[in-house]
């Protein structure tokens, strides 16, 4: 584990402690590298003390030449342990007297050697040269001490050093213990917190605030934030469940509204059914009683004519047409219903072409009549064709109708524009109509004439308004009494 | 005139009278058996239980109306199509109503003629008179397959 890894408890310790410990080791070692020099300059002082005083006493024996006494001023040193050697030399450099007695001649120098004080090979040696006062030089003292008093003043020292140290680190590990928790644990806390908010997602956690302190400070940012996150949380939620609940209620609308257009198709269907049979049953059963009433007034007139004066005739003969009148309107609305009822197939339909089908089909049937027809080129249109077709019919047969009037007849069919559409135009100049009625013209049995000035059942106009809505699109007439008539229609 | 039979299956007694007046006018006097729903014509036809067929000639035409009590009019067409002696027989459809389906599923049963009755009884008359024309003098009658 590295360092990195460490918890911040342990880092924070070690941080505390080596620091204490390297301010400690340094400190100790300044200390005692100024000991070691203050204890060599305070033994070189003494020992130069010394070397002085002896060097003073010695110059009488030495300016006598009396060995004996020498010896015994050397042989005093040894009530100073640490004094290993010392050499009198006379005046010439040789060794005048020794001490110890016994001492090696190599375990001092044979002859003296520059004056003063040195360490050297781990010993205090000095060169003290031994004057009388005012006068020439007698000779030179050599002194040699060891430095086992600096060592052991040394050696005492970094005892005492090492046990302060000791009792230093163990303090500033205890105190750094106690200490550092002042700053982990906040991190510790924050740490704690996050850790819950990651593993429960749970954002109504806060961490505990332990100081005004930068992680005080820290730990406030933290809290405000994951208060953010929180209200966001809880306003996204929000709109969560809205937009479900809105959702919701779109569904169940039109799931309502599905079931209620269901309900309409269902209906619908059975309405269509139902008129089916009705028309079904109205295409059998109607006519069959005006064919009796027809063909009995005829057989009267023809097996019985000779009975019946002309009133009598003539009432057979109101009695047929308004049979047949009858006949054909039943055909008129069966038409009409079928045009409801017929299953619509889009596709393209030539509109002019078929114009031109109906003018020539009705010129044929009335050779006699004088109309001219105007029918534009290439009008197209999309639409069912068998019903367009029963629209056209109706309206240029309308047109023919009443221009039966007319010397100069004219039919005109034509594309025109219509608030910016495509609508289509079937103008005539026959008997027109008044405006007033205009909104009358389209109703099932709704005449503007009497049968008696152009036959009609009042049913065609109804038939194409149905046509023309189930394209989608409208139809409307303008025109004046006597002015003719304009029929436009949009597909 | 051609001595064949004509088969009128009409259930409305003034059509009847109607139609035979219109036929008899144009001097058509083949002999008419009318049968008067569509039980009555396959019976004639094809004979009942118990019963041998009424005759042994088939009718030269038969005219069928086709909203009939009992068995209607499409189902007597469907059963003479479908019996071996019968496949040929001409059945012309003579009804009231023109509704596309009705001519659409005549034809597609093997009709020979779907005629609507005029309103008109002059148009009437004329219709029957082309119908007896056509199918009694013009046409040539299938032959008259052999009865088991």
Known sequence: MSVRDWPIKRRLTAILVSISGLVLLLTSAAFAGYQYWSLRQTTRDALSVRGRIIAANSTASLAFSNEAGARELLAALRADPHIVAAVLYDKVGHVFAAYPADVAGNAVPAAPGPDGYRFERGRLIGFQPVEEAGSQRLGTLYLASDLEAVYDTLRLSVVIGLAVMGVALLAAYLLSMVLQGTISQPILALAETAKAVSTRQDYSVRAPKLGEDELGALTDAFNQMLGRIEDQKDELQRHAADLERRVEERTHELQERNESLRRNAAELLAANTELDAFAYSVSHDLRAPLRSIDGFSQVLLEDYAAQLDEAGRESLHRVRAASQRMGTLIDDLLKLARVTRAEMRTEDVDLSGMARDIASELQRAAPERQVEFAIAAGLKARGDARLLRVALDNLLRNSWKYTAKRPGARVEFASVDANGGQAFAIRDNGAGFDMKYADKLFGVFQRLHSAAEFEGTGVGLATVRRIINRHGGRIWAEGAVDQGATFYFTL | ?148
């Open chain 2, 1 to 148: 005139m051609n001595p064949g039979k004509i088969l009128l299956v009409e259930d409305n007694p003034d059509d009847v009278a109607l139609t035979l007046r219109a036929l008899k006018s144009h001097n058509i006097t083949n002999d008419v058996v009318v049968a008067e729903d569509g039980a009555q014509a396959l019976d004639y036809l094809f004979g009942t239980a118990g019963k041998s067929p009424a005759e042994k000639e088939l009718p030269a035409v038969v005219l069928l109306d086709l909203k009939l009590p009992k068995v209607n009019g499409m189902e007597v067409l469907q059963r003479i199509r479908a019996s071996e002696g019968t496949r040929l027989l001409p059945v012309v459809i003579l009804t009231s109503s023109d509704e596309e389906r009705d001519v659409i599923e005549g034809y597609s049963l093997g009709a020979n003629s779907y005629v609507r009755k005029p309103v008109d009884f002059v148009e009437f008359t004329q219709a029957a008179k082309q119908l007896g024309l056509y199918w009694l003098l013009m046409n040539r009658a299938p032959p008259v397959p052999r009865r088991p």
